[in-house]
């Protein structure tokens, strides 16, 4: 008779969870899930794929825009918002049942309801107690917004994703990733739409070269963006909101949007009474291993704060399900992982920024373009694609590759594959392009940037 209920018991059904868990059971595993909000996390719900879907609906303002410079006639149009979203829903609802039959295919038990952890071996769940040689904790993150006078009346990304109706302006607060992508839906839906951002630039992290081309395109948009800038106060009015900033002057809003970070979604889980070590904002500390301060608990994803990317989630519950069940102990690799921020234009990056290569002590050799795309020599629009590689002088090897610019992300992912490969210059240079893409960019830059 088997000493506890299951082998692998996770707390959080995200991608990483999800992962895991039915990866262990393919080894062999008993494995058990729970999840109090939804099946696919984040992600499915409230994250990667409704903003995704969101980003596409926004280029359509583009698209009709740019037609007459080839020659077509485009008609009245507007956005139906409601049947938008009500369209979104319907394909979460889909990938929610999708995330259940892989779950119930792999012969991974699920249960609804909040698990805590009651000691190092055992969940409660709604008051019952369920035992495991393994506790994964996969609880994910959650928005946080500041406390201030009339914080109350701001909302967060979650409740983005469902409003009732496009407001007439909105004001989105922060300049990481989910603002600038935010900024860009709003803005392309119609909305008027102004991002503050309370340092000198956004995208903190980013190479320089893509925060300062992004904002020069967004403005060029008409979004207006205000650095140094933040908000002391919210008061509802009879038409909405309005918004005291920093400098003293006021901005009137339909709906404020606060996009200042995510925090680990750990404080409720019994973590601290199981003897699981967190830092400061609630982020469970693990080894290369993902392993706690506790042997049988393991932390992955957005609640471990490593690395907030739902690819590195699943790699780590990839890598979590081989070391326990599969006798091959494995660490996720952070090295070289590209993302892309669907803001508007997009950007894509990876490996170092140029501003990290140089502190680590590289010496060297940046290429970087500007150029007009094909698409618009005909489309009339005043957009411009930045690419950027960060090349080491003494070995030649390639460590980041940057772009602002349509499709980055679908381009920066194949140059990800180069890199880990330790890719040279020379190698770029050898390899020919593809006529006429912007990605033939990347392997016919030839002239450094003094």
């Known amino acids: 008779m088997a000493q506890y209920d299951y082998d692998l018991f996770t707390i959080g059904a995200g991608s990483g969870g999800v992962r895991a868990s039915r990866m262990s059971a ?3 595993a008993r494995a058990a ?11 499915v719900n409230v994250g990667c794929i409704p903003k995704k879907l969101l980003v596409y609906a926004a280029h359509y303002a583009d698209d009709f825009a740019d037609a007459a410079g080839y020659g077509w006639t485009v008609g009245e149009r507007r ?37 805590e952890i009651v000691d190092p071996h055992t969940v409660s769940i709604d008051g019952k107690k369920i035992t495991a040689t393994y506790i994964l904790v996969a609880s994910g993150s959650w928005p946080v917004k500041e406390n201030f006078p009339g914080s109350e009346y701001a909302i967060t990304s979650n409740e983005a994703f469902f409003l009732k109706r496009a407001p007439a302006r909105v004001v989105i607060v922060g300049g990481g990733y989910i603002g600038v992508e935010f900024a860009g839906i709003f803005h392309g839906l119609g909305v008027r739409t102004t991002q503050l951002y309370r ?13 300062l081309t992004l904002a020069e395109e967004m403005r060029k948009r008409g979004v207006d963006l205000r650095f140094s800038t933040g908000i002391t106060r919210i008061d509802k009015t009879d038409g909405g909101l309005r918004a005291t900033l920093t400098d003293g002057s006021a901005i009137e809003a339909e709906q404020i949007l606060y996009a200042t970070g995510r925090a680990p979604k750990t404080r409720a889980l019994g973590l601290e009474k199981a003897g699981v070590a967190l830092r400061a904002n609630g982020a469970v500390i693990v080894d290369e291993y993902s392993k706690s301060s506790v042997d049988s608990i393991y932390a992955i994803g957005d609640c471990t704060d490593r690395m907030m990317l739902t690819p590195v989630a699943i790699a780590e519950g990839m890598a979590v399900a081989n070391t326990l069940f599969n006798r091959k102990p494995m660490r996720p690799r952070y090295l070289n992982v590209p993302t892309a921020v669907f803001s508007t234009p997009n950007c894509g990056t990876v490996g170092l920024t140029e501003q990290d290569a140089r502190q680590a ?18 489309s009339g629009r005043d957009e411009r694609t930045m690419m950027k590689l960060v090349v080491d002088r ?11 610019g349509a499709d980055a992300g679908e381009i920066i992912q194949g140059l990800a594959v180069a890199l880990n490969c330790g890719a040279t210059k020379a190698q770029f240079d050898e390899t020919i392009g593809i006529h006429p893409t912007a990605a033939e960019e990347f ?8």
Request: glycine share 10%; aromatic share 8%.
């Open 26 to 28: 393919s080894f062999g």
């Open 33 to 43: 899930i729970a999840e109090e909000l939804y099946l696919g996390g984040t992600c």
């Open 79 to 115: 956005i139906d918002w409601a049947q938008l979203i009500a369209n979104k829903d319907r394909e979460i609802r889909r990938l929610n049942a999708v995330y259940r039959k892989i779950l119930g295919d792999a012969g991974v038990a699920i249960l609804e309801g909040h698990a």
């Open 199 to 211: 340092g000198d630039l956004f995208l903190r992290g980013f190479d320089d070269d893509i925060r």
């Open 361 to 378: 002590g590289y010496d060297l050799d940046i290429y970087r373009s500007h150029f007009k795309p094909l698409r618009h020599t005909l």
């Open 394 to 404: 003494a070995s030649d090897r390639v460590l980041g590759c940057h772009m602002v």
């Open 443 to 450: 392997v016919t830059m030839r002239t450094k940037v003094a």
